[in-house]
């Protein structure tokens, strides 16, 4: 049935939303396809509908196409497996938990682990049951702390997450392989471009993970990528350890640097009061910066944690909080400060940092710190610097941690080249996650040997609602969206005009005889409307093919429109069905 905008739920927006940043996001809200109802969480209408119903088939159909089975569980979940995995904790404060009448703990299921391993373990007992794959497309929650760009990042969003379970681990594999190759199917027919990048899979303690980032300047994500096909996540990148050099500096020796609390004033007090002695000036990336941070553990236990970086780099948010994850990290105080006197502000060296030091605080360096190399660093007294400090020889840490930021040109891990930088946005994430969901939960069968052995699982999610803000984002002008053809709520919009009748008659001759031809029509047939809001109408909902009728039925002729190129062209009005068809159908 065609829709009708005479009877359709929905009124377009002439001003954009005040809380909508992106252009897809305000596009959306406008043309009426999502409504905000708090942040992060989203109604869809009825043209929403569509093209959500166009998304999740496409991702229905590529499960379905390697064997997987759909189910659908609650999102309602009980407390009791997400502590077996420790999750309950573990996750933090964008779990959403809640309490029954009966004082019993839920929760809103972010994610389907647990619930899926549980399932397999009370169905299944034996090695001749694997493999299986099984997949749902539901609402997910998580009480994200920036809700962003509308449907992009929702505290209430669908995802299609799927789980295999397997005997062994070239099993796993195969499931995984099976994953990624209808991931790249699924993402090839969104029709955006994307990247599959090496992900940190940390967290989830899992070994091989991937993510299928959609390149987007609005992208949350930064991914590094070098010539050769090297791709990572920031996160997942592994800057490798700079091999020790032998040492050239003279002893180490204190020095006054009153009023240097930042690296740009320790620099230019040291080129102006303590000039190198080989003609080189100082910089920044002759300095050890000392970061300190504070742990919040899942269990509420508060650890300080040092971090010594060329001064000349910062600490990544994103990719400090993948290597310490579970723990949150959060600012180092002033009442921290006073709790560690050892710890001068501004000044703070490796001497008092270490388990073994006055502070005792964890110190970790950055692996571009060569043993060998000697650095400026604080001298752990007020106004005082150390120069010539060497690793190795003048101090040690407790290890290393990969949390600098990566900047463009920096070397690739991969050994070809340098990298580049770009940023995207997270579609899909495929996890290897072996055995550790099911070890928790007891999710084992008979092995061929009659032994019971522990199933492997792999974990595998896409953002549907995502999905389509992502597509949103890219389809857009200054005047409305665009659908890419696949995903658009409707193939053809055909738009009457005029106050003529015989328009209307004519007009619903060819919606039917389009729609007889399975043709999905979104046919404006209101009669009271101006052809002025009419045409802004059609332009801001975005259906590819728009045909207009009009003025010129009486010379026998209705205009052809292509959204995206503007293109339009007369044609015969006894040809409109036929063009039309040759639009959305270019091969047929
Ligand atoms: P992000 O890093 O963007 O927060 P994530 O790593 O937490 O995502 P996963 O747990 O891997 O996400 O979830 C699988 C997929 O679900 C993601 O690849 C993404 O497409 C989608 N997704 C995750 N969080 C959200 C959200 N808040 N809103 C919409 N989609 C989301
Ligand atoms: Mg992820």
Redesign the pocket.
């Known amino acids: 049935m065609a829709l009708r905008m005479s009877t359709l739920f929905l009124r377009t927006l002439r001003e954009d939303p005040a809380d909508a940043e992106l252009p897809g996001h305000k596009l959306l809200v406008r043309a009426g396809y999502v409504r905000r109802v708090a942040p992060?969480i989203y109604t869809w209408l009825p043209l929403g509908m569509k093209v959500l119903a166009k998304v999740e088939g496409i991702i229905r159909e590529e499960m379905t196409q390697i064997g997987a089975q759909e189910v659908r569980f609650p999102a309602l979940l009980p407390r009791e497996p997400y502590d077996l995995t420790g999750r309950w904790d573990e996750y933090g404060p964008n779990l959403f938990r809640l309490q029954d009448r009966k004082d019993s703990d839920l929760l809103l299921g972010?994610?389907h682990e647990e619930m899926f391993a549980l399932a397999v373990r009370d169905t299944y007992s034996s090695y001749k049951d694997l493999p299986l794959s099984l997949f749902q497309i539901q609402n997910?929650y998580?009480d994200?702390a920036r809700?962003r760009g509308g449907?992009?990042?929702?505290?209430e969003?669908i995802?299609k997450?799927s789980y295999s379970f397997d005997i062994d681990e070239a099993g796993l594999q195969k499931s995984y392989d099976a994953h990624r190759d209808a991931y790249v199917k699924i993402f090839e027919r969104l029709g955006f471009e994307y990247v599959i990048v090496q992900a940190d899979s940390g967290a989830m303690g899992g070994s091989a993970s991937e993510?299928?980032l959609a390149v987007s300047p609005h992208g949350?994500?930064t991914f590094v990528r070098d010539e050769s096909g090297y791709a990572a996540n920031v996160e997942a990148v592994v800057v490798p350890q700079a091999p020790e050099v032998e040492v050239t500096a003279g002893p180490a020796h204190v020095e006054d640097t009153p009023d240097t609390p930042t690296i740009e004033t320790l620099v230019s007090a040291l080129n102006a009061k303590h000039p190198r002695d080989d003609g080189r000036v100082w910089t920044a990336a002759d300095t050890l910066k000392n970061v300190i941070v504070m742990l919040e553990h899942p269990d509420g236990l508060r650890e300080p944690l040092a971090i010594g970086l060329p001064g000349d780099r910062d600490v990544d948010p994103k990719r400090l909080e993948a290597k310490v994850n579970p723990a949150e990290v959060v600012a180092f105080e002033e009442k921290d400060f006073a709790a560690h006197p050892s710890l001068a502000k501004g000044y703070i060296g490796p001497g008092v940092l270490g388990a073994d030091n006055a502070s005792g605080i964890r110190y970790l360096l950055d692996p571009s710190i060569a043993r060998g190399s000697a650095w400026v660093t604080g001298a752990d007294e007020h106004g005082r610097h150390v120069i010539d400090l060497v690793h190795g020889r003048d101090f040690e840490a407790d290890g290393t941690i990969q949390a600098a930021t990566i900047r463009e040109g920096d070397l690739s891990p991969s050994g070809n080249g340098t990298l580049s930088l770009a940023r995207g946005?997270?579609?899909?994430?495929i996890?290897q996650l072996g055995t550790k969901y099911a070890e928790a939960l007891g999710l084992k069968v008979l092995d061929e040997n009659g032994k019971l052995v522990t199933v492997t699982m792999g974990s595998y999610?896409?953002?549907v609602?995502?999905?389509v803000?992502v597509i949103a984002e890219d389809n857009v002008d200054d005047i409305g969206l665009i659908w890419p053809r696949e995903i658009a709520p409707a193939d053809v919009h055909i738009v009457a005009t005029g106050k003529d009748e015989a328009v209307f008659l004519q007009a619903d001759e060819i919606v039917n005889a389009l729609e007889a031809q399975g043709i999905e029509v979104l046919y404006d047939d209101r009669r009271k409307v101006s052809p002025g809001v009419k045409f802004k109408d059609s332009e801001l909902i975005g259906v590819p093919t728009i045909l207009v009728l009009g003025r010129g039925l009486a010379d026998g002729v209705v205009e052809l429109k292509d959204r995206r190129s503007g293109v339009r062209r007369e044609v015969a009005v006894g040809d409109a069905v036929v063009e039309v068809l040759a639009e959305v159908r270019p091969s047929a």
């Open positions: 992060g972010p994610t997910k998580r994200e809700p449907i992009l990042r929702g505290r969003f995802m997450d993510e299928f949350e994500d946005i997270e579609m899909g994430h996890f999610g896409v953002g609602t995502r999905a803000g």
